[in-house]
């Protein structure tokens, strides 16, 4: 039975059935806040996260010109200020009267204008200005509790974005529960060279189950942070995570009349978006790279703690925090082999009818580790003022210094290959 999507407003997990019939999970879409968050007239103003990551100078290397993003959310609004020009023909998988381009929530708009959003209008500035937007629409459990909707929608919407001329895919979206045929369509989209990625969850206080697609071996997993440095609270953890990117006090749009802005806590959607919108500007600089290519660079270039020990991976930030910056207007990070995948080492996804023979480039670098990795026994921190978990470890969003304060004992694992 296929899994139902519910919409989570950061903590809040909401569960319906599917045409009435109980089924096998309960999706969930964060942008944080509630229906009662209160209302901004200039949602520039939080977007607190591009001056640290200096998107001015990003910007007058690459903006992402040329890729293209496919967002499975809620539907995409092409007509709000930031988004006309944005936004290409895209389809509606959930069955429900309306077009890919009608939102019936305002998440998937707010995702996309973090994305790909012009500014205009003083609408959300997108990471990636110069990337264009393909809408899939799904349903949530609000919706399916309305309306009857095709249970088969996430399966269908990730294997049409994998066959679209779309590089990425973002999926802010998560689910308790694993599904064969999603994570099918999500290793098909890696066969495909696409990059998915997809929100660790908001539920860390709430059982801190693994959360799905980011769990599958072939999505990429994002978890969030603050303006502050720190880990998100709310934001899932475990050794499946793969890369962490701002999560908190972003905006996003109110509701589905697109009058206003919300002050909200963004929650892991909103640090899936800005993910992809890294991958989007990695991308446009280097268009001839594969995924694989253009994944290896982000987590080589991500933000770290100076102790961070080579080919170890955290289980609360993955590989570090996203920096473009980092990358593009510093050159860290090597792209390495074409067809092998950071995420599992193993040869997919890369440039059709190439012999590369080359590794992955050492972890010696960042590079996510090889297959040989560590037991959870054998968790341990890079330094002890890290071991209990309540040192302070520091990171640099281009160039401007912030701490993350992670909680709990192992937050540095050497990560297993991921396999089913």
Excluded at 57 to 81: L, M
Excluded at 112 to 128: P, V
Aim: include cysteine.
């Amino acid at each position: 039975m296929t899994p139902v999507m519910s919409r989570v407003r950061r903590h809040t997990v909401r569960r319906g059935l599917l045409c009435a019939v109980a089924a096998a999970g309960a999706w969930s879409l964060g942008i944080g806040g509630t229906a009662t968050a209160a209302t901004i007239t200039d949602p520039q103003s939080r977007q607190w996260y591009l001056d640290a990551m200096h998107a001015d100078e990003i910007w007058k290397t690459a903006t992402g010109e040329g890729i293209k993003v496919a967002v499975i959310d809620s539907g995409v609004n092409p007509s709000t200020p930031s988004l006309k020009g944005q936004v290409l023909k895209g389809v509606d998988f959930t069955g429900v009267k309306g077009e890919a381009t009608d939102d019936f929530d305002g998440h998937g708009t707010s995702m996309a204008e973090l994305i790909a959003g012009t500014g205009n209008g003083g609408g959300l500035k997108g990471l990636a200005p110069g990337a264009k937007i393909i809408p899939y629409r799904v349903s949530d459990t609000e919706l399916q509790n309305r309306e009857k909707v095709n249970a088969f929608d996430m399966r269908e919407a990730i294997r049409a974005a994998a066959d679209s001329d779309a590089q990425i895919i973002n999926v802010s979206m998560a689910s308790d529960y694993y599904n064969a045929d999603i994570r099918d369509a999500v290793e098909y989209a890696q066969s495909k060279g696409k990059l998915l990625f997809a929100g660790a969850g908001n539920g860390a206080k709430k059982g801190n189950k693994k959360q799905y697609p980011a769990a599958y071996p072939e999505a990429i997993a994002v978890a969030g942070t603050g303006p502050d440095g720190m880990v998100s609270d709310y934001s899932q953890h475990g050794d499946w995570i793969d890369i962490a990117a701002p999560a908190d006090d972003i905006p996003g749009w109110c509701d589905t009349a697109f009058d206003v802005y919300c002050d909200g806590d963004g929650g892991t959607s909103s640090a899936t978006a800005i993910a992809s919108a890294t991958a989007a500007l990695i991308w446009s600089k280097h268009p001839d790279w594969t995924g694989n290519q253009v994944l290896r660079v982000m987590f080589e270039s991500a933000a770290r703690g100076e102790d961070w020990k080579p080919g170890t991976v955290s289980t609360y930030l993955g590989h570090g925090v996203v920096r473009p910056n980092a990358h593009l207007n510093r050159g860290l990070g090597k792209p390495g082999d074409p067809n092998i995948s950071p995420l599992t080492n193993e040869r997919v996804g890369g440039k059709p009818g190439s012999s590369a023979s080359s590794a992955p480039s050492a972890p010696g670098s960042s590079q996510a580790p090889k297959d040989k990795a560590a037991d959870d026994a054998a968790m341990a921190s890079s330094s002890s003022k890290n071991a209990d978990g309540n040192g302070q470890l520091g990171l640099i969003i281009g160039g401007v210094a912030v701490v993350a304060v992670l909680a709990g004992a192992g937050v540095f694992v050497a990560r297993r290959r991921r396999t089913a």
